[in-house]
Every structure is written in C-alpha cells, then in structure tokens.
C-alpha cells in the first residue's frame, strides 16, 4: 500500500456489497434456482447465457440491483419459453427476488473492526450502487451505519458520478480514497478523476463487472480489508 499517499487522505469511502458484506452469493444461488426452474425447456448453459445478455441490455431501464434482476429472470423466462411460461412459475421468480431481498446480513470478516480504528482519524463513506431501497436497508441493517458520516446510493459508478458525490460534500479529490472489490466500478473511474483507490478482489465477480488486461493500471491491491489497519502505521 506504499502507492497511496496517506498524507493527504481525509475521507475513506466503501463499496458496499462484497466490499464491506457478502452479496454475490445471494445472486447466485438465485441464479441457480432460476436455472432449475427452465431446465425442461432449454440446457443450463444457454439459461444462463440468455439471463446474462438480458441483464446488460436492460442495465439501462431499470439498473442494477434485485428488481432489476427480477424482472430480467422474467423477461428470460418469457422469450426462453415462447411465451408458454405459465404463472406460478412467475411466481416462483417473484419468491426468489423476495427471498433476496430478506437475506441477512453477513459481514465480511474484520469489517467492524477495520472501520472502529478509522472511525474518527478520517471521514467515511459508502458509495453503493443499486436501488435505492434495497441499498438503504442492506446499510441500515448491517450494523456498521454508525461508523459511516454518509451513505450515497448512486445508478452507476462512473466518473461523472464520483464527481458530483465528491462535489456535494466539498471533497477534495486529492483528499479522496475509494476502497471496493470492482475494478470496473470502484476502481478505474476513480484513477480516471484524479483520485486514489485500493482494490480488494472478491471470491466471485459478476461477468459485466470485470475488465479486459487493457483497461488495467497500476492500483494497490490487498487481499483483505484487515490488511487496511496497515494504513494506521503511517498515520
């Protein structure tokens, strides 16, 4: 972490899922289901594949995030079958998403700890994308809003965004340090503002939010946010 100049930060922000909690998972076992559900009418490869497509071209109308998600496994649903899909098993989509959506909290490990020891020595954030709802009670109901001066819920992370985010609390963007486990979105667009972020890879990356080796740069990179304490060696 010899790369960040630690000197001039003064505000710390978070990614949230897979960043400060486990988040992946639920989609997958979702996912997984939703598969289950349309194997007599097509093999699990060409599901999924579909599933995939559907999400990024509806990233546009209705973003990223479990409604998203949803209505992207009905609309699969739907071409997939030809229209014969019938309603229970809609229905059966509609408790997916809703089962997503009470999933418990599960931390990652080291979290609260990490951020009780920067509580106070820095300004912290989260900077969540998804909808608004769902970010805002996943926040609420993990335990650690208490460490966070504020949460910001934005559509998509690019540049544009960080920007108006850095703007409205009078961030400096040299003062800035962005930590999260995407490159695509946690990373790269803040390196392309001018400002300093760390990358913490996660076990499982969503397809649509990793990046070819061209777009790649020089980042730091830990393994885990445990390795963060670190940080406090040089304040």
Do not use: C
Not at 40 to 48: C, G, K, T, V
Not at 95 to 110: D, F, T, W
Not at 131 to 149: I, M
């Amino acid at each position: 972490m010899d790369k960040i100049n630690w000197q001039n930060v003064k505000t710390i922000a978070f990614d949230a899922d897979d960043t400060l909690w486990r988040n992946e998972e639920i989609f997958r076992a979702a996912q997984d289901d939703f598969i289950r559900l349309l194997l007599d009418y097509h093999s699990e490869e060409y599901i999924l594949s579909h599933l995939s497509e559907i999400q990024v071209r509806n990233l546009a109308t209705f973003g990223y995030g479990i409604k998203g998600f949803t209505l992207s496994m009905i609309e699969t649903a739907i071409e997939l079958t030809e229209g014969r899909i019938l309603g229970r098993e809609i229905h059966e989509i509609i408790r997916l998403a809703k089962s997503m959506v009470s999933e418990p909290i599960e931390l990652l490990p080291n979290i609260e700890s990490v951020l009780q020891q920067l509580q106070g020595k820095f300004q912290l954030m989260v900077i969540t994308k998804g909808d608004l709802l769902d970010q805002e009670s996943k926040v609420s109901r993990s335990g650690v809003a208490k460490y966070f001066d504020y949460v910001e819920v934005v559509s998509n992370k690019t540049p544009q965004a960080y920007e108006e985010v850095l703007t409205r609390y009078q961030i400096q963007k040299s003062e800035f340090l962005m930590i999260g486990n995407s490159l695509r979105s946690d990373i790269l667009p803040i390196l392309d503002i001018g400002s300093q972020a760390i990358h913490i890879p996660y076990a499982f990356t969503w397809e649509h939010e990793q990046v070819s080796d061209a777009d790649l740069e020089a980042y730091p990179t830990i393994s885990t946010l445990a390795e963060v304490k670190e940080l406090l060696r040089y304040i």
